[in-house]
DNA sequence: GTGCGATGTATCGGCCCGATACATCGAAGG
DNA sequence: CCTTCGATGTATCGGGCCGATACATCGCAC
């Protein structure tokens, strides 16, 4: 899950490790907190150790004809992804297990959307729908069979929980219908 | 986070660990998935090692013989609250650290707000809704400082990210102003 | 010229999960 | 009668991710 999410954004650019738990708050701030680096520094290792990422100092290249301020040339460790490490991505993003449907999953997979093709997302929304509506079929039982056992406060956290439910399907069904149709997100929208 | 949850349902009655499950299911269905046997069990264990619960055999083999050495049947394990145990419960309660405004331990704690008194639940109500303000003005700032630079799905992402942290922030506004009312959650409702 | 907040790399103990194994029981069905 | 099958039930193992912590440098304000 972080493999996907790092990988994802070597893809765009080199980084070390600091910009890289900058650039995942930014991107996956939505779906969840900033990453840890008791996690972040492990997944390094474990995705260089298979190849798919590689370490490189940022040392000065020498010749002093362009340099942006942006670079010091102390001990940063800069991560660059490989050509395996690109087709693994690939192959990652497209392809759904049961925790691609998962909250931290699907929010990974949707927020590198455009580097799949259309099936692929929309087999990944239609899971993730499906998902969804289990978890509120869940929620409507226990509400409707046992409204009277529960105590207030729990009552109201299943109807807020079930709310949010209904409204994830429905923002599901709207990007659905907008992939279908063959369009982007986020159009005829303004605000 | 699971021994609070652990030892409210313990609180309500005593219960073997595939109950525990279920009743853990039940109640926190909105917030979390069904919690897995290889966090039960060790939370079990480590609860029963600080004295908080204790473990009764609820089966008797009533036959006179002695139980078989090895892998023999294994009978249901009760579990049971001891008073410190509801002690520590209540105190768990109550105090509000970090993770406590976070999605899980929110959850729990407002899943259990039955047990406490007002203070307590207006004080997590406020830091709940400062932790998701803060959550809501990161995706805000996203949006609005780099709106052109982020592809469409992502930024599909942070707004429906930022939607569901308005809609809590308004939940929560209308639970607080209900508590400080000296009301219960679900009043004037009908559905 | 010093303190201080942001940048930067890294490890450690611990919680929690998915996968897996093993065992009992009642009901369905040939 | 017996067998299959799903629900009930306890338990471990490897591994991912987290919070706490440690340590070093940089730029800048005071």
Redesign the pocket.
Known sequence: ???LAILGLLHESPM????LRKQLGAKLGAI??A????????????LQAAGLITEGAATEPASGAEVPA?T???????YKITAEGKERFLEMLAQAG??TY?DAGFGVHFAFFSRTDQDTRLRILEGRRRRIEERREGLRDALTRAAERIDAYTLELQRHGLDACEREVRWLEELIATERSGGQPGQGREG
């Open positions: 899950m972080l493999d070390h490790g600091y910009e969840r907190a990453i840890s680096y008791g996690s972040l520094y492990p997944t390094l290792r474990r942006l010091s040339r102390r001990g940063r460790v800069v049961p925790e998962e």
